[in-house]
């Protein structure tokens, strides 16, 4: 009977368990083991032979394992294991192995995967029905629980830098580039690696397969130069600014989408400027799943009727409510430099009080502040959690108005004392939620009930 080695047992550490039960003999490596509820610690001994917590005792382990299976939460260097060793493998490659068919639509980027995949997945389920279209990856639900006999499915997957590192053999159908900026670069130190962790996604196409990228990003113009020097697959591009860049894809002028194919444009949908909330990365990320799902045959009117339909995930750019003629906006998902920018543009006309902080990631948040001095509609600034002193400290270098304090809401009231009617107050943080909550979603939460208490 072969060794599996898992590393991890979180949600993919689990759906690797149950692929592999009674078909291999299991080991378990995690260090937070003993964090876990009772009921789940009883199961995992129940179907793993032993469960390693101490990384010190994990090579010998590694060394009899006939397959090393990797949730993407766990960073292999530490753990002095090298992911090109033929042995390692990631929940991606599993799943992909599994099929009996089907047709893979994968997601990645740094903002706007999960708006995106949660989008294109209506846009799919509107043209092909609801039980035809699968949604799993990095949004929550493994791909390989998902993976089974039928053949006819259509899988929406987002992919984190961190699952991708991984893939060996993964191959979509298509693919989609959104952006990259600074991000996870705590983990893979600079802005090129994490490119190359980005760009596996495409490492594997053939001629027929669509590469959708977003030709408003410097990244992406750079890998679609890349996929036309290398003629791997169709490149698709989508821009609300280079129209004249695009051979095939869709770009936005006012609020008429175009069908570029040939050198030549036709219309493809009228778009209202704010069909999917404010800002403009909202149109970016409808033109991105548009394109995609036009690639697999689903009909321009059909597209933009799902679209109308459609409500953005929680806790990005999400309207709470209106307090004193102040509007208040959770963009707790916000979680990096280029997150918050673009929260901040989202609204020209208005007066902004942003609260921002959370946990650092290794971002340089320099040149977000450096712009901010320019952005004429910042009222001030209110920072809490454990980036308060790194962005007090530039705020002070960049004479910004602002104040520090220690929680979420401590910043809502304060926030309440500085806005005026008809100004925002815009949680977007840019950092993790970790230093003080489990979750974005947690900390957006905290917030909307702050927002709540306030008086009318």
Do not use: W
Not at 422 to 441: E, K, M
């Amino acid at each position: 009977m072969d060794r599996v080695l898992i590393l991890g047992l979180g949600l993919t550490g689990l759906s690797a368990i149950r692929k592999f039960k009674g078909r291999a003999e299991l080991v378990g490596f995690d260090e937070g083991f003993e964090r876990f509820s009772p009921d789940l610690r009883r199961r995992l001994r129940r179907d793993l032979k032993s469960v390693v917590t101490d990384r010190r005792l994990l090579p010998p382990r590694a060394r009899e394992a006939d397959t090393i299976v990797v949730s993407p939460g766990i960073p292999l260097a530490p753990l002095g294991i090298s992911r090109d060793d033929a042995r390692v493998t990631g929940d991606l490659d599993l799943a992909f192995a599994r099929r009996r068919g089907g047709t893979f639509l994968a997601v990645t980027g740094t903002n706007g995967k999960t708006t995106t995949t949660k989008l294109l997945a209506a846009l799919l389920r509107a043209q092909f029905g609801r039980k035809r279209v699968i949604v799993a990856g990095n949004i929550g639900t493994p791909l390989l629980d998902e993976v089974g006999e039928r053949k006819n499915l259509l899988y929406v997957v987002e992919l984190s830098s961190f699952q991708l590192e991984l893939a060996k053999r993964f191959r979509p159908t298509v693919g989609i580039f959104l952006n990259l900026s600074q991000n996870h670069l705590d983990r893979h130190k600079t802005m090129a690696a994490y490119f190359e962790a980005k760009a596996r996604l495409f490492r594997n196409f053939a001629a027929r397969d669509a590469a959708v990228i977003n030709l408003d990003d410097p990244y992406g113009i750079r890998l679609a130069r890349r996929m036309q020097e290398r003629r791997a697959g169709r490149v698709l591009g989508y821009s609300l600014e280079r129209p004249r860049a695009l051979i095939d894809g869709l770009h936005l002028e006012g609020s008429t989408v175009f069908l570029r194919r040939g050198g030549k444009s036709s219309v493809f949908f009228q778009m209202g400027a704010t069909l999917l909330g404010p800002g403009k990365h909202n149109q970016s990320n409808l033109l991105a799943a548009a394109c995609a799902a036009a690639s697999v045959g689903v009909r321009p009117e059909t597209i933009l009727s799902a679209a109308r339909r459609f409500r953005l995930p929680a806790h990005r750019l999400e309207f709470v409510r209106e307090a004193g003629g102040v509007a208040y906006y959770d963009d707790s998902k916000a979680t990096s430099v280029d997150a918050a920018r673009k929260a901040m543009e989202s609204f020209p006309s208005r007066q902004i009080v942003a609260l921002m902080g959370g946990q650092d990631k290794g971002m340089d948040f320099t040149p977000l502040f450096r712009e901010l001095t320019r952005r004429r509609n910042l009222k001030a600034l209110v920072f809490f959690g454990a980036l308060g002193e790194k962005f007090s400290c530039l705020a002070d270098r960049f004479r910004l108005p602002h104040r520090r304090v220690g929680r979420v809401s401590e910043a809502v009231a304060a926030s309440h004392q500085m806005a005026s009617p008809g100004d925002v107050v815009l949680l977007s943080p840019g950092g993790t939620s970790y230093d003080q909550y489990t979750s974005y979603a947690e900390r957006g939460e905290d917030f909307r009930r702050c927002v709540d208490r306030l008086s009318r």
